[in-house]
């Protein structure tokens, strides 16, 4: 796995926002959750801003609140963030964000 500059301005950003290294992780695929802090601590980032996101218990399934993971605005700016609205089961976006990722049809010519 390659740290492109892509990848680095999620990696800052997650970390920026308080998310744990796990979900940073999960979110780039194809890294791990100590690749994940080894480079956040090699980039410096190692203070964080603000408390760690952590799942919260879903009281009527007993697992755990997925929220959307859609990116709003430039990674590693300090307006950046992720939409947070719950997600689809499933899906790593809420539903209005489902309809923007997963359309069909469309004009690549899919019959779909």
């Known amino acids: 796995m390659e740290w492109t500059d892509d990848r680095v ?13 796990r979900q940073i992780a999960e979110k780039l695929g194809g890294v791990t959750r100590n690749a994940v802090i080894g480079k956040a601590h090699r980039m410096g980032l190692s203070q964080r801003p603000q408390p760690v996101k952590r799942y919260e218990p879903m009281a009527s399934v007993g697992g755990y609140e997925r929220t959307c993971q859609w990116p709003i605005g430039h990674p ?20 209005n964000h489902c309809h923007v990722a997963y359309r069909r049809g469309g004009s690549n010519g899919s019959s779909d």
């Open 9 to 21: 301005e999620v990696l800052r950003g997650m970390w920026m926002n308080g998310y744990t290294a």
């Open 76 to 95: 590693g700016s300090p307006e950046f963030r992720f939409c947070g609205d719950k997600a689809v089961h499933g899906k790593p976006y809420c539903e």
